[in-house]
């Protein structure tokens, strides 16, 4: 075996850094600052690595992630990992809209939610969404594209009709509103 106890920092690729870090012949890994080289990554992946290691990954190079909603606000959240990219793609089909809007406040790119077929919760949160969903010909750099066609499954018990006609305006999927006993 390999003792890496003294080494302090790391340079590579996500998956030879995983290679290392799950090794059973190399020990003493486990505080490393770490700068990958990818310039796309699993988020899948990337919070497996940020578990090795209590350590910062500088993430300045992944350009592309993609990755289920909550593994993408898993790594958005942590502290251990910096500087991570703007490209992001969604790859859920079903999806609560709190959590997506979540994921909107802690990244700041262009989420590409093409994957979403589905999108569940309350009226408030499926408006903040769409107040950031970006038109197909938009310069903007952060929002979520390919937002507008997904079914919209409310949980709300009373809905104001603005709220539901704005919603209406902005998805062309169907909307179920089956808690609804208010309008």
């Not at 106890?5 to 290679?19: C, D, M, V, Y």
């Not at 486990?30 to 350590?55: F, K, W």
């Not at 990954?57 to 992944?62: F, R």
């Not at 590409?112 to 970006?134: F, K, P, V």
Request: charge should be negative; charged fraction near 15%.
């Amino acid at each position: 075996t390999v003792d890496a106890g003294t080494i302090t920092e790391f340079k590579g690729s996500l998956a030879n850094l995983l290679t290392a870090y799950g090794s059973n012949g190399i020990t003493g890994l486990d505080n490393e600052n770490i700068e990958l080289i990818d310039t796309s990554v699993s988020v899948t992946d990337l919070n497996t690595l940020d578990g090795y290691t209590s350590g910062t990954i500088n993430a300045s190079s992944v350009t592309d992630i993609s990755g289920p909603v909550s593994l993408l606000n898993t790594a958005y959240s942590s502290q251990g990992i910096i500087n991570l990219g703007t490209a992001i793609a969604v790859t859920d089909s079903i999806t609560s809209i709190s959590d997506i809007n979540l994921l909107d406040n802690l990244s700041s790119g262009i989420i590409d939610t093409t994957t979403i077929t589905t999108l569940t919760g309350n009226s408030a949160s499926a408006n903040t969404a769409y107040e950031s969903a970006l038109s197909a010909d938009s310069t903007e750099t952060d929002g979520f594209s390919n937002l507008g066609n997904e079914k919209i499954i409310l949980s709300d018990a009373k809905i104001d009709a603005t709220n539901l006609i704005s919603i209406a305006a902005a998805s062309s999927g169907d909307i179920h509103v089956s808690d609804l006993v208010e309008l």
